[in-house]
């Protein structure tokens, strides 16, 4: 397999000087563990819906993402780099016998090493399955036709009943670019529910079923923060003659700044009711930075770059910082051929993960702040996570993150039950 050589395991080795990185082994070994840290080489959501020939099944479309970094790439004869994939879901019944399976197959060729090794613009692909209602164990695998090896996600599925007895809402899918065709309209859905490019379409598609005997559906969809207050609602009237009404909602212009927010949905037809929300995240990680942004954002790299670099940009003017910043970045961007710069990039998702998982509410500190944000960006995600539960409440009193790699685990103590987790110990 080919070597990770653009982000790094430990993020501050790579910073501290420019275009030193440390290497890692890719692995695509066959694994069921799914940690909750860190972003995916393969990501995927899926989506229930009513099955719109036959009213008796339930669909599931599932929507994967494959990054060039994951796949092996063998080099042609005309010098440019090929690799070769199988997306396959399989599902079970009760008992562990394979009842509907379903794959696509895709070929990639770029023409240099670097593209290679690029973790943004996945491809996307789409499966369809159709059962009865009910509840389901699956698998979604993504095997690599060059090197045999794999990875495997492990699904418990509900095919949701969506019998026209009364009214229903299928799944909520956030959508990141809406492209029209001679087929018709097509959506690529925004698989992390992380909204962190100002090109996305920022919005969410729904479908809503009316029951065949009742009144007409009257629908509210909106968006609320996460102190439910409502920021934009729109409401509509849809006809119960109708079978199945599908509505977008673009949102981008109720958006002013970086959070939390939930899209919720609420229908009503005459004494029928239904209610779906979803949560989703804005990070507004490739906006130009104002004064303040890069003052915050300095004092974040500061946890993982050289000393000398943090004090240069700290000692200087605004407009000096906003040079000498960019040009921190400019020469350590892994592949400075593209737009992009993925370490930049993984720096700030993980700048931003700690926000949304490790903010502490008690100490008004940020989850960038937090001794458990700071270890998260600078090793990224921990192989595994141990957690003891307090013996009077619920919450958890400490935690302990083993990185493998590294041969070190990092213990984390709340002792106040505050949800204040403080780094004790490390062996």
Request: proline letters at 4%; glycine letters at 4%; hydrophobic letters at 35%.
């Amino acid at each position: 397999m080919k070597i990770f050589t653009y982000i790094t395991i430990a993020i501050f080795i790579l910073l501290a000087v420019p275009t030193s990185f440390a290497q890692q082994k890719k692995s695509m070994a066959k694994s069921r563990h799914q940690t909750m840290f860190g972003r995916d080489l393969f990501t995927y959501r899926y989506y229930n819906y009513a099955d719109s020939t036959d009213e008796r099944l339930s669909r599931m479309d599932f929507h994967v993402g494959v990054v060039n970094d994951v796949l092996t790439f063998l080099k042609t004869d005309d010098g440019s780099y090929k690799a070769r994939y199988e997306v396959l879901v399989i599902i079970y019944n009760d008992r562990d016998e394979p009842i509907i399976e379903k794959a696509l197959s895709n070929r990639i060729v770029v023409h240099t090493y670097g593209e290679t090794n690029v973790r943004i613009n996945p491809e996307y692909h789409a499966l369809s399955l159709s059962l009865p209602p009910g509840r389901y164990t699956g698998e979604l695998q993504l095997n690599d036709l060059e090197s045999g090896e794999g990875l495997t996600k492990d699904l418990e599925l509900t095919f949701r009943d969506f019998q026209r007895d009364k009214v229903h809402l299928s799944d909520i899918m956030f959508i990141d670019k809406i492209d029209t065709t001679e087929t018709g309209v097509h959506y690529i859905p925004n698989l992390t529910h992380v909204f962190d490019d100002v090109n996305s379409a920022f919005a969410a598609h729904i479908e809503l079923y009316p029951p065949e005997k009742g009144n007409d559906v009257e629908a509210e969809l909106g968006i609320y923060d996460k102190n439910g207050s409502k920021l934009y609602a729109v409401e509509k009237s849809y006809p119960s003659t109708l079978d199945i009404v599908s509505a977008v909602v673009p949102f981008r212009q109720h958006l002013t700044k970086p959070g939390e927010y939930y899209f919720v949905v609420s229908v009503k037809s005459g004494k029928q009711t239904a209610k779906i929300q979803r949560l989703f995240s804005v990070f507004w990680g490739n906006v130009p930075l104002a004064k303040t942004n890069l003052e915050i954002a300095i004092e974040q790299l500061a946890l993982v770059a050289h000393k000398r670099d943090v004090e240069k940009m700290r000692t200087t003017n605004e407009t000096e910082q906003n040079i000498i910043y960019n040009e921190f970045w400019r020469q350590r961007d892994p592949t400075p051929n593209t737009q992009r710069n993925e370490l930049k990039e993984e720096f700030f998702h993980r700048v931003d993960f700690a926000n949304r998982n490790f903010t502490e509410i008690v100490s008004g500190r940020s989850g960038w702040q937090t001794d458990r944000g700071k270890i998260y960006i600078v090793y990224g995600a921990p192989d595994n996570v141990d957690r003891r539960e307090s013996e009077i409440t619920s919450i958890p009193s400490a935690e302990t993150w083993y990185y493998n790699r590294l041969n070190r685990k990092y213990i984390f103590a709340d002792r106040n039950g505050e949800g204040i987790y403080r780094l004790v110990r490390v062996e």
